[in-house]
């Protein structure tokens, strides 16, 4: 069932290198500026991956800026996850963080199990169709939750 957009949402997994920032940016492509979006990561050791760049960019989706951050890093930047209607967290490890930062917080912490594509594939086509199917599994979960894009 479409729900209204959120006024601001933050998609959270592991490192915030390929599936948050992907959704952050497959949000803002659909949605434009109807809601506030940004990403995090239980983590933020590693850069915004290739591939995730490439798969974006095929369905107009641009990544390549994106750094990534962690909650921790986050919240010594006085960035109040307080702030947000919704946390979208896209990894098990990233939905028990978000739970637990966010225990004392009156918002939603969504779970959509998004495959982890950084380690299926053995040949660049092959690792290229498995970050495309997370891409489109991200894609389905947004457009089934806010309806088909707005732009």
Same mark, same amino acid.
């Given at each position: 069932?479409?729900?209204? +957009? ?7 997994? #592991? ?17 434009? $500026? !109807? $809601? ?8 933020? #050791? ?5 591939? !995730? ?27 109040? +996850?307080?702030?947000? #209607? ?15 930062? $966010? ?26 169709? !498995?970050? =495309?199917?997370? =891409? ?6 947004? $457009? #089934? =939750?806010?309806?088909?894009?707005? =732009?």
């Amino acid at each position: 069932m479409v729900q209204p +957009l959120p006024q601001a949402v933050l998609f959270c997994c #592991d490192h915030n290198a390929v599936r948050s920032p992907m959704a952050e940016g497959i949000m803002k492509h659909f949605y434009g $500026t !109807a $809601t506030y979006v940004q990403s995090a990561g239980v983590h933020n #050791d590693l850069e915004i991956d290739g591939f !995730a760049i490439a798969v974006c960019k095929e369905i107009g989706v641009e990544v390549s800026r994106h750094r990534s951050r962690s909650f921790d890093e986050m919240q010594r930047l006085g960035d109040d +996850l307080g702030s947000f #209607d919704m946390i979208v967290a896209l990894s098990p490890a990233s939905q028990r963080r978000a739970l637990d930062l $966010t225990r004392f917080y009156h918002l939603t912490v969504d779970y959509w199990p998004i495959m982890d594509p950084t380690a299926i594939g053995e040949t660049r086509e092959q690792k290229l169709n !498995a970050y =495309r199917q997370c =891409r489109d599994q991200i894609i389905a979960h947004v $457009t #089934d =939750r806010w309806g088909p894009p707005q =732009r």
